[in-house]
């Protein structure tokens, strides 16, 4: 437990110092409050009556898809510096000397842990700056907003959903990084995993109606399903079975994810340089040998 703590730590400490962290979590906030704020000096106020008729409007949903988008990016943000520094400890041998003191799994973890402090002051940034923009245009709507969708439930199915999403996706690319021999290689395949989060993005009309299955369906496939239940909690159809259902799977998911990456790790470390063939790979994450 002191090695995973040691481990969280540090990755925390480094990652903090990133420039592409900095950015996101706070230059870029900093830049939407300050421009709304400029706006907001014209005179410029809404009220229920514009949120309305903007609630009628086919572009209402550009609101949770912005959204998602927004906790998808920090999530990603989060798991990528996970893979960068899992491939870049491979590449340079470094993962060798860590794994001679310390099981894969404890490693896993203090990383994943220090990276999800990192998420989790991008996700207070954000609602932070988010907060500030409504009270400068739209007093009235936040009042209104916080009666209807700041229930404590509410707040607590959106943290279990970012923090399950990014301990999901920061499984997945670690075995990715365990996986690839470089880290241009690793991002490459890495980035394809954004894939999971636009799709939720862009179906959030379909997603919308509780009755299509394809809303269900995002819900509970494990790699879309922690965006696209953030997009339904704001649309305020997610009934708490189908959410809790949601988490379970989600859970049971991750688990399985970490077993499967520690045997993959556990035989690169063994066989160093050798390329498995996809029969073999199965056999591993099956199997451990």
Not at 59 to 64: G, T
Not at 122 to 143: H, K
Not at 154 to 172: E, H, N, Q
């Amino acid at each position: 437990m002191d090695k995973t703590l040691k481990i969280a730590k540090h990755e925390f400490a480094i990652n903090f110092k990133r420039k592409e962290f900095r950015f996101f979590a706070f230059f870029l906030p900093l830049m939407l409050v300050l421009i709304v704020l400029a706006f907001s000096f014209t005179g410029n106020e809404y009220d229920m009556r514009d949120f309305q008729e903007m609630q009628k409007s086919k572009w209402f949903f550009a609101f949770p898809s912005t959204i998602a988008m927004v906790f998808s990016l920090a999530i990603f943000l989060s798991a990528n510096f996970l893979l960068q520094g899992i491939a870049e400890e491979k590449e340079n041998r470094i993962m060798e000397v860590l794994l001679s003191s310390i099981s894969f799994r404890e490693l896993l973890m203090g990383k994943i842990a220090g990276l999800a402090f990192l998420g989790l002051i991008q996700f207070a940034s954000w609602v932070m700056s988010g907060t500030i923009v409504i009270v400068l245009l739209a007093p009235e709507i936040l009042a209104k907003a916080m009666e209807k969708f700041v229930a404590v439930e509410t707040v607590l199915l959106y943290l279990v959903f970012f923090f399950l999403g990014y301990i999901l996706y920061a499984s997945i690319l670690a075995a990715i990084g365990a996986l690839t021999e470089t880290r241009g290689e690793a991002q490459q395949i890495g980035s394809l995993m954004t894939v999971f989060a636009l799709v939720p993005a862009v179906s959030t009309m379909f997603i919308s109606e509780q009755t299509l299955p394809v809303s269900g369906a995002l819900t509970l496939f494990p790699p879309t399903a922690p965006i696209t239940a953030m997009i339904r909690i704001f649309l305020r159809n997610l009934p708490m079975a189908e959410a809790l259902t949601s988490i379970a799977i989600l859970i049971l998911t991750i688990i399985a994810v970490i077993i499967m990456t520690s045997r993959i790790f556990r035989a690169e470390v063994l066989m160093y340089g050798k390329r498995f063939s996809p029969k073999e790979l199965l056999r591993i994450m099956v199997t451990g040998k």
